[in-house]
C-alpha cells in the first residue's frame, strides 16, 4: 500500500496572516489607549481568544433561534427578529444571548413574533421595576399567556390567586404596565443603568471583532 502525501507551502498566505494579526493587534491596543487601558502582547491575544469564543456561542445561539423560527414556519421572519433583537438590546442593556433564548421561548408558547416582541418589551420594564431576573420574567408571562398565574403572586400586583385565575391575559398585561411601566427608562437614568449599556455595547463589539 503506497500512500503518497503532497504538500504546498504559500508563503504569501503566511504573510498576509501575519499582517492581519499585526493590524488586529494594532487596532486592539488603539482602542484599549482611547480607553487609558494598557495591554501587552499576552493581553491582547487573550483578548482575541475570548472575543472568538465568544462570536462562536453568539453564532451558535443565533442559529438556534433560527431553526425554532424555521420549525414554526416563520422562517421569512428570521432577519426582522434578529434585528429586533440587536436594537432591544442596544437600548435596553440586556445581552442577545440573553434576549434569543426568551424570544425563543415567547415564539414557541404565542406563535406570533409580534406578540413575543411586545412581551420582550414588557417584560424589561417589570425585571427593572420588580427585581426579579429577566429570564424568570420572560418564562412567567409565557406561563401565564397559557393561563398558568401562580408564577405571578411574586410581582406583588394587589391582586389574589383567585383573582389571577379569572383574569384574561390582556388583563393581566395591562396590570403589569399599570404598575411598572417606565421603569427600564428610569433606571437607565441611573449610573447603573449607563454603565450597563456601556458594558453591552462593549461586549457586542467585542463579538465582532471575535468573528473577523
Given at each position: 500500500?503506497?500512500?503518497?502525501?503532497?504538500?504546498?507551502?504559500?508563503?504569501?498566505?503566511?504573510?498576509?496572516?501575519?499582517?492581519?494579526?499585526?493590524?488586529?493587534?494594532?487596532?486592539?491596543?488603539?482602542?484599549?489607549?482611547?480607553?487609558?487601558?494598557?495591554?501587552?502582547?499576552?493581553?491582547?491575544?487573550?483578548?482575541?481568544?475570548?472575543?472568538?469564543?465568544?462570536?462562536?456561542?453568539?453564532?451558535?445561539?443565533?442559529?438556534?433561534?433560527?431553526?425554532?423560527?424555521?420549525?414554526?414556519?416563520?422562517?421569512?421572519?428570521?432577519?426582522?427578529?434578529?434585528?429586533?433583537?440587536?436594537?432591544?438590546?442596544?437600548m435596553?442593556?440586556?445581552?442577545?444571548?440573553?434576549?434569543?433564548?426568551?424570544?425563543?421561548?415567547?415564539?414557541?408558547?404565542?406563535?406570533?413574533?409580534?406578540?413575543?416582541?411586545?412581551?420582550?418589551?414588557?417584560?424589561?420594564?417589570?425585571?427593572?421595576?420588580?427585581?426579579?431576573?429577566?429570564?424568570?420574567?420572560?418564562?412567567?408571562?409565557?406561563?401565564?399567556?397559557?393561563?398558568n398565574?401562580?408564577?405571578?403572586?411574586?410581582?406583588?400586583?394587589?391582586?389574589?390567586?383567585?383573582?389571577?385565575?379569572?383574569?384574561?391575559?390582556?388583563?393581566?398585561?395591562?396590570?403589569?404596565?399599570a404598575?411598572?411601566?417606565?421603569?427600564?427608562?428610569?433606571?437607565?437614568?441611573?449610573?447603573?443603568?449607563?454603565?450597563?449599556?456601556?458594558?453591552?455595547?462593549?461586549?457586542?463589539?467585542?463579538?465582532k471583532?471575535?468573528?473577523?
Amino acid at each position: 500500500l503506497a500512500i503518497r502525501i503532497a504538500t504546498i507551502f504559500d508563503s504569501k498566505g503566511v504573510k498576509q496572516a501575519e499582517k492581519d494579526v499585526k493590524n488586529l493587534q494594532s487596532a486592539v491596543k488603539k482602542l484599549a489607549g482611547a480607553a487609558g487601558i494598557g495591554l501587552s502582547a499576552k493581553a491582547v491575544v487573550d483578548f482575541g481568544k475570548k472575543a472568538a469564543k465568544a462570536f462562536m456561542e453568539d453564532e451558535k445561539a443565533a442559529s438556534r433561534l433560527a431553526m425554532a423560527v424555521k420549525n414554526l414556519g416563520l422562517g421569512f421572519e428570521t432577519p426582522r427578529i434578529e434585528k429586533f433583537i440587536s436594537q432591544l438590546s442596544a437600548m435596553s442593556g440586556i445581552t442577545d444571548d440573553v434576549l434569543r433564548p426568551a424570544m425563543q421561548s415567547l415564539l414557541q408558547t404565542t406563535g406570533s413574533v409580534t406578540k413575543s416582541q411586545e412581551l420582550l418589551n414588557q417584560a424589561i420594564d417589570i425585571s427593572r421595576g420588580s427585581g426579579v431576573d429577566y429570564e424568570t420574567v420572560v418564562n412567567d408571562l409565557s406561563m401565564a399567556y397559557v393561563g398558568n398565574t401562580k408564577g405571578l403572586r411574586k410581582y406583588a400586583l394587589g391582586l389574589s390567586q383567585a383573582e389571577l385565575k379569572t383574569m384574561s391575559f390582556a388583563d393581566v398585561q395591562s396590570k403589569f404596565a399599570a404598575t411598572f411601566k417606565g421603569s427600564n427608562a428610569a433606571y437607565l437614568d441611573t449610573y447603573a443603568g449607563k454603565f450597563e449599556l456601556i458594558n453591552t455595547a462593549v461586549g457586542e463589539a467585542s463579538e465582532k471583532i471575535g468573528g473577523a
